[in-house]
């Protein structure tokens, strides 16, 4: 089994970054990928970001160019560094493990981020 759990969600004026992180713990050798997901009021959840073992990103297009996907292996950890961030931002951002034959996908509790204007 992967615990996920993530930091560093508040509230922040428009224009200004977080740096959210996502530590995971228990069996993460598997891991295939790790990634961001958001989901706001009333909205479903969608992808943000996400980074393969072998460090190859993806990004919604919403957040291409302002929101950066990382990894610390030694540290067992994913950043997600939001620059330039809007109202439209706000969401409960949720860590995301992924692991491959067989599949097995995990979910962290979720980091209220806040945006205002």
């Known amino acids: 089994q992967v615990q996920l759990v993530e930091s560093g969600g508040g509230l922040v004026q428009a224009g200004g970054s977080l740096r959210l992180s996502c530590a995971a713990s228990?069996?993460?050798?598997?891991?295939?990928?790790m990634g961001w997901y958001r989901q706001a009021p009333g909205k479903q959840r969608e992808l943000v970001a996400t980074i393969t073992s072998d460090g190859n990103t993806n990004y919604a297009d919403s957040v291409k160019g302002r929101f950066t996907i990382s990894r610390d292996n030694a540290k067992n950890t994913v950043y997600l560094q939001m620059n330039s961030l809007k109202p439209e931002d706000t969401a409960v951002y949720y860590c995301?493990?992924?692991?491959?034959?067989?599949?097995?996908?995990?979910w962290g509790q979720g980091t209220q981020v806040t945006v205002s204007s």
């Open positions: 228990g069996n993460v050798f598997s891991i295939n990928v």
């Open positions: 995301n493990a992924k692991k491959f034959r067989p599949y097995r996908d995990y």
